[in-house]
């Protein structure tokens, strides 16, 4: 009892002192030291930190308008805000600590000392069953669109709607309507219920409103914005995908050469996330590409590699040169004199010159110019070849005149899906890299988004992951085991037929 | 007895058959059609409650140099509004009258009222329309607690986000024509700034007030403040492109003095 008592005390008292303590240590880096988001980390984020002195808040459980309630903001220090630069703090810090750096948080706003504004979480309730069936995805579906999610969040939900490239939050920064199938990125969460609560209580200070009112309007009830949520949690896999290290290309008969050819659908699908390029200046803080999504068939003679990666925009296109302004002006690059242009998007498959033998690769990115390495450099303005060539470093590229890489490419609702094609040969072993079967081939991949700013060393990066060319595999393999089987049942039936024989021979006699 | 063995020799050979689910696409449901066409609700002036007594501020607003272009809307997104106008509509940065007039300026008594003195918010609502994805009015006074009416007259999807500092700001939705949604403002600030994101070409400017002495400037420049108790008054006028102007007037008795304002369009 008495400890209960202490504990209740113990969670009601906040002392802003020494959360000021931890917040000057943890926090001040990124939100600054008078809790304006202007601390030194800030200019390389989008979204930027938060600036506490508004009092604005995305994620909350209450009404839009309204503060958040010390349970929501503790809730964003613990678990931190997933496809942001804001970390979970829950293992880091104690809970006496969290605790008091969030009071200390609420000091930088008046809004909290004012006792008019007394934050109400909404009831939420919880989510109809059956929200998995297709007769709730349809009417999700159907409320996706009269509601209006797709003026922003596009037909498919990839954050390629009419209106994303106009997006900004509040302070004029540049803000992407949510990818909708990566719901491990949402900033408050995953879940429909997550989802559910953001439609309902909105993201304060950015463009996504709260649908709460259009339920007191009647004009659709909790049951079917559950639905939507519910849809649009069907638009990301079950789970968040997982990084397999080796893309395995099965052999196939023939290959196929469209992106869409339903041929790609059995192959195995591989995912690799992309970050920034913060190596070398100037520097990408914020890369629009995500991950890409890899498939791989080979023939006899060929491979094939599918290619695909959501991007809202189809670049160059000039409806996004504010967000392009808006992006280059955020972060405040390395390179002030940067202008807003049209870009184009691009896509880069590199591998090394040759097949290490040992575990030594190149320097992963690009290369390096004493180890340089085979890429095949895809540019949006000529969708049917790639340039293949070598990079000796991240500022040096030189083309192999003559050798092309075949590609077909299809931009189609916010995601590029391109396949490149080679025959597994080279006429130039030295520099084009001989594919070979039954050996692990270093392959990474680079992305820009033109429309978002992106070109030359602002890109985003993955490192180098694995490519198999899966051998063909012996007739002898799938011969030998049934063979053996065969045998094995012969023999058996043999020795029970001689038993048998010897039983009734007994019983005759 | 063979039978038997027959079987037991045979289970050997089950065949596991793995088949990989296909994920279905739910494919687009057309939207129900919920949306009922209503007549544009007219766009009113700031009510006023204050009695004619008093004094009164009158003037007219100008400006020198060549007013900006306001740049052409590309509403080829949204066919309803699309066909509401005759002419290719504009934004309404600055709307001008003959003789370099200047509407949708914002005129209010920035100090010398009087500390201690309330005024009563009017019941009435400020109405702000939403009409062919343009906000009418495009500048609106209104008091602290004086309820706001946000009416959306296209039978498309609006959001209204209001981004403020002395109050808190609110971001919501309207998809269908005939929907309403009030709000209160409950801290004096000049401005608020209402936008939509859908179109982000909406944007609307709300004075906020704790007393009824503000006007906004009609296409021919005029203005009207009235009611004034006798004092000397600090009286701003504020364009959202040409920034703000003060001007001293001085109030003795139920007469009425002018103040006029020019701006200078650069």
Partial sequence: MISAVLAMTMLLTQDTTTGKTVYVKWCAGCHGDNGAGDGAGARHMIPPPRDFTVGLYQIRSTPSGQLPTD??????????????????????????????????????????????????????????SGGSGADALRVGRQFYDSIGCRKCHGDLGRGDGPSAPTLKDDAGHPMFAANLHENWRFNGGGTVEDIYHRLRTGLDGTPMPSFSDLIENKFLTE?????????????????????????HAPLTKTLPHAPDDSAWTPVD?????????????????????TGVWVKALHTADSIALRVVWDDRSQSPDSTWLGHIARVLNALQNDDSTLKPVLLPDELTVQFPVSIPSGMERPYFLMGSPSAPVYQW????TSRDTAVAGLARGIDRFDPIPTAFVRTQAVYD?????????RALASPDTTSQLPFRTGRAIPVAFFASDGSNGEHGTRMAISTWYFLALDEPVPA?????????????????????????????????? | MKARIFSVVGGMFLLTVCSKGSQSNVQAAPPSSSTNESAPAPATAPASAVSTAGGTITGKIKFTGTAPRNPVIDMSEEAACKAKYKAPPTEENVVAGPANTLANV????????????????????????????????????????????????DPVLHNIKAIAKANRPFNVSQPGAGMKTTRTFSAPEVMVNLECNVHGWMHAYAGVRPDPFFSVSKEDGSFTISGLPPGTYTIEAWHEKFGTQTATVTIAGTESKTANFTFAAH
Wanted: hydrophobic share 40%.
């Fill in chain 2, 106 to 153: 914002f005129v209010y008594v920035k100090s010398g009222v009087p500390a201690g003195q309330n005024f009563p918010a009017p019941t009435t609502a400020v109405t702000l329309d939403q009409n062919g994805c343009r906000y009418h009015p495009h500048v609106l006074g209104i008091m602290v607690g004086q309820p706001l009416e946000i009416v959306n007259s």
């Fill in chain 1, 476 to 509: 002898r393999v799938f011969i030998s085991p049934v063979l053996a089987m065969v045998l094995t049942l012969g023999l058996g039936m043999l020795v029970v037929w001689r038993a048998q024989q010897k039983t009734s021979y007994r019983r005759q006699q």
């Fill in chain 1, 71 to 128: 349970g929501d903001l503790l809730r964003s220090i613990d678990e931190g805000l997933p496809g942001t630069a804001m970390p979970g703090w829950k293992s880091r810090l104690s809970d006496r600590q969290r605790r008091d750096v969030l009071a200390y948080i609420k000091t930088f706003s008046t809004f909290f000392a004012d006792t008019t504004q007394r934050p109400q979480a909404i009831k939420f309730g919880s989510p109809p």
């Fill in chain 1, 223 to 247: 049951e079917q914005l559950w639905r939507v949520a519910q849809y649009v949690r069907s638009l990301s896999p079950a789970d968040a995908p997982v990084v397999r290290d080796v893309v």
């Fill in chain 1, 377 to 380: 450099r895809w540019v949006s």
């Fill in chain 1, 269 to 289: 699908v591989y995912w690799f996330p992309l970050v920034g390029q913060i190596v070398h200046k100037d520097r990408w803080f914020a890369p629009a590409v």
């Fill in chain 1, 413 to 421: 609702h916010g995601q590029w899906r391109v396949v490149f094609t």
